[in-house]
């Protein structure tokens, strides 16, 4: 009868045991379910602005053109147009640079980017400004996914100041909006915005994902250590060839398969 009672003891803890075990292991995956979402290696993704989020590329070329017409009348219609479509490949330094090169007036590299700045901040105004297709969807589902965000761009602080007047960024990325002024200067392919971005994230740039429309850009990001993707908005892949993966719109970016991405 000890033996039969004793027996019943033991049976009873082992199963009391094992349910409390079950439900212990039950009660940490809805845990982590709910606050640990991303699991994965990547924690962040990291935009370009302008020609990723904001469709502004036909108006930095467009804010070139008075440059040349009152500094450089020498040149024909047509040589203005070639130099422009040119500068899509180039830093924002370098077409700077061959501007300062044609410009028969006698001007400094910062006299010509103040002058650019000016006017595009003006066709800004009078033209306004889109956003590029698909991209509130597309942060939404990162959003959801777990994943930080931030913009990291080469336009300085007064131009950014006039963008979010015009398009609500803020609502997507809070104050994670990070420009040249904030790394003294560096514009891309320097990393430096990249790199400053991450760390005001909270997160090892390997550890994020960079998306970019520009050859400057993407070595900007793989400089960072980062896995890019290149947006192909200008319709010009060759641009885009050293990315890791090439998509034509935010809507064929894959987030699930972004999560388990090794960088």
Known sequence: MNFTRTTAYKLTAIIIALSIGYAATAHTQIFRSLFFKNSSRIKAIIFDMDGTI??????????????????????????????????????????????????????????????????????????????????????????????????????????????????????????????????????KPSPDVYLHAAKMLGVQPTDCIAIEDSSSGIKAAKAAGMYCIGINTGKNKAVLAQADEIVDCFSEIDVEKLLNIKN
Request: proline share 3%.
């Open 54 to 187: 904001i469709d502004t590329d036909h108006l930095w070329k467009a804010a070139n053109r008075p440059i040349l017409d009152q500094h450089a009348p020498h040149l024909l219609d047509n040589e203005k147009d070639a130099m422009i479509d040119s500068f899509k490949h180039l830093t924002f330094y370098e077409l700077w640079k061959i501007m300062q090169d044609h410009c028969v007036t006698e001007m400094t590299i910062e006299e010509i980017a103040q002058q650019n700045r000016r006017h595009v901040q003006a066709l800004y105004r009078i033209k306004g400004i889109s956003v590029i297709p698909k991209f509130y969807d597309f942060h939404d589902k990162v959003v959801q996914a777990g994943l930080k965000t931030a913009i990291a761009t080469s336009s300085e602080q007064d131009t950014v100041d006039i963008i979010l007047e015009m398009v609500p960024l803020k609502n997507c990325f809070g104050d994670h909006i990070y420009n040249v002024d904030h790394v003294n200067k560096a514009y």
